[in-house]
């Protein structure tokens, strides 16, 4: 297959006061969100005036990405598009189609599978092609890559340093707790062509960095960010409530590993460098987060890689056992029922 560009996929987030609102319309349309948490989520984004630093971290990987594909010959013409914020991925394929692009590879920035993860970056491609009509250029997914070195390494890294910073004379009472976003319940069940799939990989991924990173301490999976309504079940136990469950049972100190994301987003520097920490310090738990990839070189790298595995056919890492392929299958990762007006 002949690829002609390269397109970053993500989320997008509000880069002034006056976006905040409308993004968070963008993200909740049709999925029941009570009114209570949009204001809640409103005012997190406002603490940080409005500005969430995940455009710019986008930013930043396409730098780091053209400086990589030039060092190795790819000379892909390197785009980025948005689910929830500008730059949206509608504009950004009208953009593609008037340079001539008919082919891009494009990477989402998010490791696992599932709706939200995954299928939903596929929602948002045909969303997008539709939009632009005819000649729209046609868009790959690069593939899941939760057991791939260039992740798993960073975050082994990030959680040794972070461990670095608590207390070495407590190691015995030290607990590695790994978070990412809570989804439905039902969402969970149905990821994946069998079911089952974004816990499986976050649950694999936890094992690969745990195994490397500090295997003599026990560790969890946990929850964060629970979103919807109360009376649909997320995935539980909540990052907070985890914390309180450790703190009784004797443990004095945390290292929150936020494997569930690719870079230190809101979610990450509200919900934890605020919540979860402030939790820590009501609890006297000693705290510290690990930092998500990022830039980090060897995640520049393995995006490099994902890109060559499609031109070359080359060698697929994985540290893990779970299989990862390069298309889904069509009825894999259902989309939730939406309420309310369709986008
Ligand atoms: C699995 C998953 C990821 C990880 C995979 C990936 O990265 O794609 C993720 C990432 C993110 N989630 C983000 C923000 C939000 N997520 C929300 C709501 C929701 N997230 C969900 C799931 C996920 N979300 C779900 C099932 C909902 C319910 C509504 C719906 O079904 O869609 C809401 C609504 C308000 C609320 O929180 O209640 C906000 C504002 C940001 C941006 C942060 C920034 O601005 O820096 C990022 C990267
Ligand atoms: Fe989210």
Redesign the pocket.
């Known amino acids: 297959m002949v690829y002609d560009a390269f397109v970053l996929l993500?989320?997008?987030?509000?880069e002034k006061p006056d976006d905040v609102m409308p993004?968070?319309r963008n993200?909740?349309r049709g999925?029941g969100?009570p009114d209570e948490?949009?204001a809640e989520?409103y005012e997190h984004?406002m603490h940080f005036g409005g500005v969430?630093?995940?455009n710019q971290q986008c930013r930043d990987l396409l730098a780091a990405l053209e400086t990589e594909f030039a060092a190795h010959d790819i000379t892909l013409p390197v785009y980025w598009g948005n689910r929830n914020w500008h730059p949206m991925l509608a504009d950004t394929v009208a953009q593609m189609r008037d340079d001539g692009i008919e082919h891009a590879l494009g990477f989402?920035?998010?490791a696992?599978g599932?709706?939200?993860?995954c299928k939903?970056y596929w929602e948002d491609i045909a969303a997008a092609r539709a939009h632009v009509g005819p000649k729209a250029p046609k868009i790959a997914k690069l593939r899941q890559f939760h057991d791939h070195p260039g992740f798993v390494r960073p975050n082994v890294e990030a959680v040794r340093s972070a461990l670095d910073t608590l207390d070495a004379a407590r190691r015995a009472s030290t607990r590695l707790v790994f978070t990412?976003?809570s989804?439905?319940v039902s969402?969970a069940q149905s990821a994946g062509p069998t079911g089952g799939r974004?816990n499986a990989q976050l649950e694999e991924t936890a094992r690969l960095v745990h195994a490397e990173a500090a295997e003599d301490l026990p560790y969890d999976l946990v929850w964060q960010?629970r979103?919807?309504p109360p009376h649909i079940p997320w995935l539980e136990p909540d990052i907070n409530d985890h914390l309180e469950a450790l703190a009784e049972k004797g443990v004095t100190d945390v290292v929150v590993s936020p494997i569930?994301?690719?870079s230190d987003?809101?979610?990450v520097i509200w919900d934890l460098d605020n919540e979860a920490k402030d939790t820590a310090a009501r609890l006297g738990l000693g705290y510290a987060r690990a930092a998500t990839p990022g830039v980090h070189p060897d995640f520049v790298s393995m995006v490099r890689e994902l890109v060559q595995e499609r031109t070359d056919d080359r060698k697929r890492p994985a540290l893990g056992t779970l299989a990862t392929w390069d298309t889904c299958q069509i009825d894999c990762c259902p989309t939730?029922v939406r309420r309310g007006a369709p986008r």
């Open positions: 993500s989320f997008g987030g509000p993004f968070l993200v909740v999925r969100v948490r949009l989520v984004y969430s630093p995940i989402a920035t998010s696992y599932g709706y939200s993860s939903q990412a976003h989804i439905p969402m974004y960010s979103s919807g569930g994301f690719v987003h809101l979610e939730p």
